[in-house]
């Protein structure tokens, strides 16, 4: 089992649509979540970042962690064709007063939203 | 700030050659990570620096496999001998020691290997 599971999709919405992106985890020393966003053909850019449980808003985008669920969503709203990427959710360990500042990946989750 | 540079971008290859991916990350940085992406394995870290000095290697697939860093703004991924199962895009990212941000990881836009 991976310790970070991510449906790859594709999921296609209409423009305007929200979007609701997941993963879920199974290492419970994961402490901070992030999620990265990746066009077609480029390196991955971080998106949104969220230390603890709870939602974290930025924009039309808003990153929710459930730690007792070990889940993770990142919801778009009024989806844009300019959305259109693959969106990985990355889950970093804590240990002591710092952190190894070692991402593990989700596979991914391809996004389309059509005019 | 021009960013995490790789080089090539593109890299054609016969199987059994000996290929070098390079990569120069952003000044000040000192962490450097080295990925290896697919569609059927998504992105998979291969080995990552802190201050040039290899912290964890435990992704690198097998021995035809090596990476250095011999300096703060530079470093490589070697593949030697190169067989067809390394087609992928060999990403370099870097981030900085900075409170709890070490995680923002900054990706360069990769090298597309392809091996025939």
């Known amino acids: 089992q991976k310790e970070v599971e991510q449906d790859p999709g594709p999921l296609s919405v209409p423009e305007g649509a929200i979007v609701s992106l997941n993963c879920t985890y199974s290492n419970s020393a994961f402490q901070y979540f992030m999620w990265y966003r990746q066009y077609s053909r480029k390196g991955p850019e971080l998106l949104m970042y969220t230390y603890s449980s709870g939602n974290k808003e930025d924009g039309r985008f808003t990153a929710q962690v459930d730690k007792s669920s070990k889940y993770i969503s990142l919801f778009i709203r009024d989806s844009q064709p300019s959305d259109s990427a693959t969106y990985l959710c990355a889950m970093s360990t804590y240990y002591g007063s710092s952190n190894t500042g070692k991402l593990i990946f989700g596979q991914g989750t391809t996004l389309q939203v059509k005019p | 700030d021009a960013g995490v540079i790789q080089s090539p971008r593109h890299e054609v290859t016969e199987m059994g050659q000996e290929v070098t991916l390079r990569c120069k990350p952003i000044?000040?940085?000192?962490?450097l990570f080295w990925y290896r992406q697919t569609m059927m394995r998504g992105l998979e870290l291969l080995i990552y620096?802190?201050?040039?000095?290899?912290?964890?290697d435990s992704g690198m697939p097998e021995d035809r496999f090596s990476a250095k860093m011999p300096n703060a703004s530079f470093s490589t991924l070697k593949i030697q001998p190169s067989e067809p199962r390394d087609s992928a895009v060999y990403f370099c990212?870097?981030?900085?020691?900075?409170?709890?941000?070490?995680?923002?990881?900054?990706f360069g836009p990769g090298t597309r290997l392809l091996v025939l």
């Open positions: 620096f802190n201050n040039n000095v290899p912290i964890d």
């Open positions: 990212a870097s981030s900085f020691t900075l409170g709890r941000r070490k995680e923002t990881q900054y």
């Open positions: 000044s000040g940085h000192d962490y």
